[in-house]
């Protein structure tokens, strides 16, 4: 079963807009991830965001977490064609459990030239 | 730098049909784990292993095996492969079981 949802499903926007998406979670987590995948490739780790943590960047990624809401979003901000990709959101149980990270289904981004 | 290598990279089978999928990691990584990615539904983990030697069933672990004999190596196995097991296979490695994964490149599997 999914415990993370993406938000959109799919994002066009035009190059160097920035590119917010959202994900939403069910249960306690002790971190969020989030990942990219560009088309036929496998996914690669971005950030990670802890569940004290509110707010972390990475260069032109933004992360925010609400643990109150069960939400997180990713910002990318001034969007370039290379960011063309799907981003995935990921969740870790708290205490160290089994099971490893459960993926949500992704947002599809496809930034315009 | 090779980080997490998968092979094949394709494969087509014929219902019935076995085989099995190699990943291999140098990063010393103790956490191994293998996902299927299908449309519409994102990453759903089939087994995974916390060390040599061994093996825990994750999300969706029917019609597969694993086994984990080296530190660097687990094997995905499939028995007598379906039409429903038609998918891209990743494999990924991660220090603790909630850190970042690195990800191999994936295999595409069609059974027909």
């Known amino acids: 079963s999914q415990q993370g949802e993406e938000d959109p499903q799919a994002l066009s926007i035009q190059e160097g807009e920035n590119a917010t998406m959202n994900c939403s979670y069910k249960t306690s987590i002790n971190n969020l991830q989030w990942y990219r995948q560009n088309s036929g490739r496998g996914l690669v780790h971005l950030i990670l965001?802890?569940?004290?943590?509110r707010e972390k960047h990475s260069g032109r990624l933004r992360v925010t977490l609400d643990t109150s809401k069960k939400s997180s979003s990713l910002l990318i901000t001034a969007s370039r064609a290379a960011d063309t990709a799907s981003y995935f959101c990921a969740t870790a149980k708290p205490g160290g459990g089994a099971d490893g990270l459960t993926f949500g289904k992704g947002t599809h981004l496809i930034i315009q030239p | 730098n090779a980080g997490v290598t998968q092979t094949p990279k394709f494969r087509v089978l014929k219902t019935g049909q076995s085989m099995t999928l190699l990943c291999a990691q140098d990063?010393?990584?103790?956490?191994m784990y293998w996902y299927r990615q299908d449309p519409g539904m994102g990453l759903r983990l089939i087994h995974y292993?916390?060390?040599?030697?061994?093996?825990a069933k994750g999300e969706v672990p029917d019609g597969y095996n694993v086994s984990r004999l080296k530190k660097q190596n687990f094997l995905l196995g499939l028995e007598s492969a379906a039409p429903s097991q038609t998918s891209v296979y990743f494999c990924?490695?991660?220090?603790?079981?909630?850190?970042?994964?690195?990800f191999g490149s994936g295999t595409r599997l069609t059974v027909v």
């Open positions: 990063m010393n990584h103790e956490y």
């Open positions: 965001i802890r569940s004290n943590e």
């Open positions: 292993s916390v060390g040599e030697g061994t093996t």
């Open positions: 990924a490695s991660s220090t603790t079981i909630q850190a970042g994964y690195t």
